[in-house]
């Protein structure tokens, strides 16, 4: 009953397309960790979506989509999302935001900025949203739930947050903050987004009890995350199987599928280790091809080969039982693909992931070569129709992992698809 899609690698997977595949056939669609950091695309009769906070599924005109209580929320960013899906045709009265969710405010933008600036060589290249700030304040107990931001408590908690940081950017001697200015942009903000807050985890509940389907959707990636990233270069959130939990109020027992997504080759965006990064002219090839700039920050994406001691982690830790593998189409355009099986570290072989930095930096990828050249695929609806040289790289990747690639990317567009 409760699905779960998630990415495996470092982000940018192609998370949008397979939860708007797959939430054709569910009755809710629920975010339950970051922010808008995430940016998920969808291309819809050659329209491109890009969603930052609202659940990809909100496109299936069925499904209620969900923020959760793990979600932390910048109201400015949602209203605009809001309003655009309004422009292209769709409604947004099916969407609940949860009163437990977190409020970005413009101190945590400011923030994070700061603190970036701050670590100067050693910054994590944050998307710079205010997302890791705003989860610092909830754990350190002084954020703002949506709860309190349709309150009357609202403008006592802001004047006393202002006054806080304002300490902090004085001491940094960055330029402080007026209260008057946010309270009064932010009040209109709560205005217009108070009839979607509602008690999210009691209505997904009821959902439960009444048998209907639930989707839960993954922002970031496995290696982002808090615990089981490349700490410190990760986000401030559990992506992970265990912020489904945390981030709606759905038991464990409950979750059925859970769908790892990769793309066939991998990426990264900001800071960070990455073993089969290509910072060659293959890289940048990969990069054209794929598109591969940020949905939310348009930044460069780093690029190289798909990492399978990273994805056999991913496995692993979020207990993935099929896989979705997206960008086949891309990787096929290469004369020659590699894949990464294991790691060479101090001489010895390595096939366990481990996020210690040293571990990382100073291990070099073993690769295995395949034939690329696939043709045009994009019109390819089974595995059966696929070029040999593909089915060779899906099945070695299935062995070596031991799970289903149940869905392959074959272009960017809702239809390109193969499902098996
Ligand atoms: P997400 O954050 O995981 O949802 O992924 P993004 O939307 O940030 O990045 C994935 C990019 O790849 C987007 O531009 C998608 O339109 C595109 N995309 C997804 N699947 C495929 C595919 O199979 N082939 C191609 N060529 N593009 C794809
Ligand atoms: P989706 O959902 C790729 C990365 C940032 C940075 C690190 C910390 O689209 O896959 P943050 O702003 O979260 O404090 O930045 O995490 N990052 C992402 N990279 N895709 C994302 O989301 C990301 N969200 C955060 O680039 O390295
Ligand atoms: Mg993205």
């Given at each position: 009953?409760?699905?779960?899609?998630?990415?495996a690698?470092?982000?940018d997977e192609?998370?949008?397309?397979?939860?708007?595949?797959l939430?054709?056939?569910c009755?809710?669609?629920v975010?339950?960790?970051?922010?808008?950091?995430?940016?998920?695309?969808?291309?819809v009769?050659?329209?491109?979506?890009?969603?930052?906070?609202?659940?990809?599924?909100?496109l299936?005109?069925?499904?209620?989509?969900?923020?959760g209580n793990?979600?932390?929320i910048?109201?400015?960013?949602l209203i605009?999302?809001?309003?655009?899906?309004?422009?292209?045709?769709?409604k947004?009265?099916n969407?609940?935001i949860?009163?437990?969710?977190?409020?970005?405010?413009?101190?945590?933008?400011?923030?994070?900025?700061?603190?970036?600036?701050?670590?100067?060589?050693?910054?994590?290249?944050?998307?710079?949203?205010g997302?890791g700030?705003?989860?610092?304040?909830?754990?350190e107990?002084?954020?703002i739930r949506?709860?309190d931001?349709?309150s009357?408590n609202?403008?006592?908690?802001?004047?006393t947050n202002v006054e806080?940081?304002?300490?902090?950017?004085?001491?940094y001697?960055?330029?402080e903050l007026?209260?008057n200015e946010?309270?009064?942009?932010?009040k209109e903000y709560?205005k217009i987004l108070?009839?979607?807050?509602?008690?999210?985890?009691t209505?997904?509940h009821?959902a439960?009890?009444n048998n209907e389907?639930?989707?839960?959707?993954?922002?970031?990636a496995t290696?982002?995350?808090?615990?089981?990233g490349t700490?410190p270069y990760?986000?401030?959130s559990?992506p992970t199987i265990?912020g489904v939990?945390?981030?709606?109020?759905?038991?464990?027992k409950?979750?059925?599928?859970?769908?790892?997504v990769?793309?066939?080759?991998?990426?990264r965006?900001g800071e960070?280790?990455?073993v089969t990064?290509?910072?060659?002219?293959i890289?940048?090839k990969?990069?054209?091809l794929g598109?591969?700039?940020?949905?939310?920050t348009?930044r460069p994406r780093?690029?190289?080969?798909?990492?399978?001691?990273?994805?056999?982690y991913?496995?692993?830790?979020n207990?993935?039982?099929?896989?979705?593998m997206?960008?086949?189409?891309?990787?096929?355009?290469l004369?020659?693909?590699k894949?990464?099986v294991?790691?060479?570290?101090?001489?010895?072989?390595?096939?366990?992931f481990?996020t210690?930095?040293?571990f990382?930096?100073s291990s070099?990828?073993i690769y295995e070569?395949?034939?690329g050249?696939?043709?045009d695929?994009s019109?390819?609806k089974?595995?059966d129709?696929?070029?040999?040289?593909a089915?060779k790289?899906?099945d070695?990747?299935?062995q070596?992992?031991n799970?289903?690639?149940?869905?392959?990317?074959t272009?960017?567009?809702?239809?390109?698809?193969?499902?098996r």
């Open positions: 009953m409760v699905d779960v899609v998630l990415g690698f470092y982000g192609g998370k949008g397309k397979i939860i708007d595949y939430s054709k056939n009755d809710y669609a975010r339950f960790s970051g922010g808008n950091n995430a940016g998920h695309s969808i291309e009769d050659g329209k491109k979506f890009a969603f930052h906070l609202i659940p990809s599924g909100i299936n005109k069925n499904v209620k989509a969900i923020l793990g979600v932390v910048d109201p400015k960013v605009d999302e809001i309003n655009n899906l309004k422009e292209n045709g769709y947004a009265d969407l609940y949860s009163d437990k969710a977190h409020l970005i405010l413009p101190y945590h933008i400011e923030l994070d900025g700061m603190l970036e600036d701050i670590r100067k060589e050693r910054k994590i290249g944050t998307t710079k949203r997302i700030p705003c989860y610092s304040d909830k754990f107990r002084s954020g949506m709860e931001f349709i009357d609202f403008k006592d908690y802001l004047k806080n940081k304002n300490i902090i950017f004085k001491a001697g960055y330029k007026d209260f946010i309270y009064k942009e932010y709560a108070k009839p979607y807050i509602c008690d999210t985890t209505m997904l009821k439960i009890k389907n639930i989707l839960c959707e993954g922002a970031q290696l982002l995350d808090i615990d089981f700490y990760v986000t401030s559990n265990g939990s945390t981030g709606t109020g759905i038991g464990a409950y979750i059925n599928e859970v769908y790892g990769i793309k066939a080759y991998s990426s965006v960070g280790p990455y990064e290509l910072k060659d002219e890289g940048d990969i990069r054209e598109h591969e700039y940020g949905t939310t348009k780093r690029c190289g080969w798909l990492d399978l001691v990273a994805l056999n991913a496995i692993m830790l207990g993935i039982t099929d896989l979705a997206n960008h086949l189409d891309t990787i096929g355009k004369d020659k693909i894949l990464c294991a790691y060479e570290n101090n001489g010895k072989r390595e096939e366990y481990n210690n930095l040293e990382l930096n070099k990828p070569e395949f034939e050249n696939f043709g695929i019109k390819c089974s595995y129709e696929l070029p040999i040289n089915k790289y899906i070695r990747i299935e070596l992992t799970t289903k690639i149940k869905f392959i990317g272009g960017p567009g809702r239809e390109d698809i193969i499902i």
